[in-house]
Structures are given as C-alpha cells and as structure tokens.
C-alpha cells in the first residue's frame, strides 16, 4: 500500500485481556519496527524485523509482550493479561533496505486498559 | 550505544518569530540524525534526516537543522513560525546499520498570535 497501516486505530480493553495490533508495512519494505509512546512520552523501541532474520526483541518489557511478521508481510504485536500500565499508542514503522534510510510510521493504535 | 537529548519539553514562540528545537546526540559509531514531527491524534511524520552527506539538511515546511559534529548536535530551525507548525517534534538518531531509530522525549512547539 502507500502507507503503513495499523488497525484497530482505537481499542479499549478490560485490564487482563490480551489484545492483537497489527502493522501491514509499505510493500517491498524489508524492515518493521514497534514502537510504544505513553502519554507525554517519547518512543519507546519493542522490537525489530529484518527479512528472515531473528528479530530484535531487545526493548519488549517482558514476557506478556510478542510479536510476530511473517516474511516481509504484515506483523502482528500481541500484548498477554493487558495492565493498566500498557495503556499508550503502539506506532509501527517499515523501511526499506538501502536506499534514503527513511522509517515511515503508520498513524498508531491507541490501546486503553480499563 | 545510541542516546538523543532533546532540551526544553515546551518551546514557545510568536508567529512569525525564529523556531530553534534543541537536539544532542551521542553515538558510538557515525550517526544518522532524524528530525519527526506528530501532529495530534496522527503518527510521525518525517521532517529531514542526516545521513553523513551535507551538514545542512534542509526539510519540508521551511524547517532545516545542521550537524556539528564537534558539538554533537542537531538543532533543528525555522526563521518563520506558523501557527500550523504547532506540534509535537523528536529527534532520533540510528547508529549501527538497520537498527531501531532512538527517540529523544520530545519537545512541544506552541505558537501563539
């Protein structure tokens, strides 16, 4: 597609619950990133997929957060017994290898824990 | 490893007055430099970046930043503020090939009338 998208834009969620966001990034682009921002925050880097390589799952903060992309196609960040402290807007961003070394960012889910 | 600081949460200027956002990296390796704007309730938004070619990069909107290397900086400037350009703007550096970007916390653009 032209952009990266990412759905649902918006969710709520009982604290507990697992919930599933997902990223479809720019077509051809070999790389995706998750990133967290917290309100008031920066970004926070999750994890990183590179083609076939084994991801960079350095900056997930902990066990109940994975990811997963299969190939170059669409990824999916699972977060496991949701608290209210994963409440923030999950960006996701694709690049391509070599080339102007752009990231392009989708627009966010905004996840809430109640 | 790769660290942005970007000085001053909340910048205020008047229309029409100089924009100067304060970006200091630190990097173990030659870095590249990103400039991002978010526009509420929107994701990021790339403003110009720096990849070790001219030191003057020059961007979208008016907006420009310099590397100075022996300062470890990249400031980002506008001579002219519009009201549009009211935002939310990070700075992030990549070190090593194919890494994550590192963001800085932020730093909010008011302009005022």
């Known amino acids: 597609g032209a952009g990266v998208s990412q759905s649902p834009s918006n969710k709520v969620t009982e604290k507990g619950k697992d919930v599933e966001l997902r990223c479809d990034p720019i077509?051809?682009?070999?790389?995706l990133y998750w990133y967290r921002q917290r309100l008031g925050q920066g970004l926070e880097f999750l994890i990183y997929?590179?083609?076939?390589?084994?991801?960079?799952k350095s900056g997930l903060p902990s066990d109940r957060f994975s990811a997963e992309r299969t190939g170059e196609s669409v990824s999916t960040l699972t977060i496991q017994r949701t608290q209210q402290e994963d409440s923030a807007v999950y960006l996701c961003?694709?690049?391509?290898?070599?080339?102007?070394?752009?990231?392009?960012f989708g627009s966010g889910t905004r996840l809430t824990v109640v | 490893a790769q660290s942005v600081t970007q000085l001053g949460s909340h910048v205020s200027v008047s229309e029409g007055a100089l924009v100067l956002l304060r970006c200091n990296y630190s990097?173990?390796?030659?870095?590249?430099l990103f400039w991002y704007v978010q526009y509420p309730n929107q994701g990021l938004q790339l403003l110009l970046k720096?990849?070790?070619?001219?030191?003057l990069v020059k961007g979208i909107n008016g907006f420009e930043a310099e590397f100075k290397k022996s300062e470890t900086s990249f400031h980002l400037t506008k001579p002219s503020a519009h009201m549009s350009d009211a935002a939310e703007y990070f700075c992030a550096v990549r070190g090593v090939a194919g890494t994550a970007l590192i963001f800085g916390k932020g730093t909010t653009l008011s302009v005022s009338s």
């Open positions: 077509s051809g682009h070999t790389a």
């Open positions: 997929f590179q083609g076939n390589s084994a991801p960079d």
């Open positions: 961003a694709s690049r391509a290898t070599g080339g102007d070394y752009g990231y392009t």
């Open positions: 990097s173990s390796v030659p870095p590249y």
């Open positions: 720096y990849t070790s070619a001219a030191t």
